[in-house]
DNA sequence: GGCTGGCACTCGGACGGACAGAGTGCCAGG
DNA sequence: CCTGGCACTCTGTCCGTCCGAGTGCCAGCC
């Protein structure tokens, strides 16, 4: 076990390093901070962190800087979260309090946390799974086509062509949407596919099978539609990350424009409490010199969707956190109200 | 007015530059062109085509690069655009027929704009103001509460919250439903003001209020829809820019997540044909060292938005150009058909 | 036993001069 | 009007030197 001076010196380093950017030396720590001891001491301390893989040097005979693992300690035992000023959470919710509908919240939340971390931001869409249907509307398009609205309570609407075996008259449409929606107004997506199963019975005949299209249509939609969306932001903060530029921000790029890396990783993350991954402890190659830290977020107490933030591992951790915790409280709050 | 052979080599001049991204000088010039005159005429050549402005040195002694002006000569006069190959095309239809709804339809032609040219794709989404109306439903949520769903020709769904100022009918809800649609379904955006003007009158008094507000709600959905949204895709492009990296790519990535520069940038785009802004022609300061290849695209003749990429001025614009030119084209056709 | 000051060593980055190569402009001659 | 030749300029690179920061180790002190 590490001695307490130790930890200090690894947190020293670490702040050191965030700031700077520079491989930190032991007389350089013991000038800014003020442990006690002198550098040759802090010397042996820095040898033996290296020796158990928290800190490393560039080269011989540079400063050291801290190893992912140095930045795992860090984050779990030797620094909080920091918590937001009122100034700056008030800042965040009037923000946010602008947004006039589901893409703008979103669209704002990105901007925000881009601007707070500078770094880059990324927000999941109000997943589906776990929402409730708000409303299901059926329109009739030519006699033997409909169009199927899907309505959720977190204001998001998802329509699809339905191609009707059989022509389906008005009334009948209007039946079949009114029972519909008595069946699954208000109840959460993974109930739908049981509550409708027996819909069907109650039509006539020939309508029997344009009723079965419209369902499977309509769990088709429930099922696809995980296939999340997600918004980016704050790339330009990228530019930020280290001088030997192309090589470190192209796969990160790239892994950007890839929803489905991205998906994957807010999906990674843990359901509840935020999520720290430190460079190579996120799977993707492309990621594997930068952290994400990432929280859920959802109206009421559950958790509908993810964001949070990419950036270089050499990363402000317990400001990062805190943003990103802010934000996505207040998210949750936006989204309960309306 | 320029020679003939002065335009041929300034041709060479722009087709080097891009091809190696090195100034070009008159010896490695005459060994790659054949021109048919030594590289001492061709430094008289270069020397005139500097005086005029289409060429400069980035310092005493080194190889010509082309200025701004240059390339819009080459552009204009001594470029064509060349077209796709045949398999290319195939392969361009094939990847876009794939497509299942509007979202990804969007989505793929990012995807192949910036695997065709290599540089950052930018398509806005069929716009509104010349689409037509598909389809308006009307939903009771609360007893003063509706939903508007607005459905576009081109698959665009967009729905609004209506409070009522008085509680209104299942029955005059459908009543309106039904009027409402058949005054302006299949009719363009523009004309929907003129065509429920007098809509109220056929109304119970008492709901005429209603009624108002649901078509000023509707008619605000159609002005406001004219914030365009668009996608980008192939950011991992920029790292292929330049050396001096973080100056150049900085800009261009705060410009991109400027929604409103870059419908700007397409806007002022000429209506019909191709438009090339070449680094300076462009407003946004931002996007001085850079070019933007832009076109309309729609289905049928008219064009209903705007597709195009962003790339460094040293681009290989005849190439551009003719992938720009053929994805719009099939976009169009596939939007057509759907 | 742990902390400290001192010392020799290493290494990377900055500085500066020399050099080669590419390119130019100009001029005289075909 | 084109061409070959020539002198000139500038950049990028290579190389050797130097300096400073930082380390590891050791002997001494508390």
Same sequence: chains 1, 2.
């Avoid at 984050?75 to 602008?98: C, H, T, W, Y």
Wanted: proline residues 5%; contains cysteine.
């Amino acid at each position: 076990m590490l001695s307490e001076r130790r930890l200090q010196v690894l947190r020293a380093i670490v702040q050191d390093y965030v700031g700077t950017e520079e491989p930190v030396g032991s007389k350089a720590l013991t000038e800014r901070h003020n442990l006690g001891v002198s550098p040759a001491t802090v010397r042996n301390d820095m040898a033996a962190l290296e020796d158990e893989g928290f800190i490393a040097q560039p080269h011989t005979s540079a400063g050291r800087i801290p190893t992912d693992k140095g930045y795992r300690l860090f984050v779990d035992k030797l620094a909080g979260v920091k918590p937001m000023s009122a100034p700056e959470k008030r800042a965040i919710q009037n923000f946010l309090d602008g947004a006039v509908d589901l893409d703008d919240v979103v669209a704002r939340t990105v901007r925000l946390l881009a601007q707070l971390t500078r770094q880059v931001a990324v927000v999941q869409y109000p997943s589906l799974t776990r929402s409730t249907v708000r409303h299901v509307e059926l329109l009739s398009l030519a006699p033997a086509r409909v169009m199927l609205v899907l309505i959720t309570d977190t204001g998001r609407v998802e329509q699809r062509m339905v191609d009707c075996p059989a022509p389906f008259g008005e009334a009948s449409l209007a039946d079949l949407r009114a029972r519909l929606n008595s069946k699954v107004a208000g109840r959460r997506f993974a109930d739908v596919p049981r509550l409708v199963e027996d819909l069907p019975e109650g039509f006539d005949v020939e309508d029997r099978g344009t009723v079965s299209t419209v369902l499977s249509t309509l769990l088709e939609t429930l099922v696809e539609e995980n296939e999340e969306r997600l918004m980016i932001g704050g790339t330009a903060n990228l530019t930020r990350f280290g001088h030997d530029f192309p090589l470190t921000i192209r796969p990160v790029l790239e892994a950007l424009e890839e929803q489905v890396v991205l998906l994957k990783l807010l999906g990674e993350a843990g359901d509840s409490g935020m999520t720290v991954r430190i460079g190579h402890e996120n799977a993707y190659e492309g990621l594997n010199s930068t952290s994400v830290v990432s929280v859920g977020y959802g109206s009421g107490g559950e958790a509908v969707a993810k964001l949070g933030v990419v950036g270089p591992t050499r990363m402000d951790y317990p400001g990062t956190m805190g943003a990103v915790r802010a934000v996505a409280r207040y998210v949750g709050q936006i989204l309960a109200e309306s």
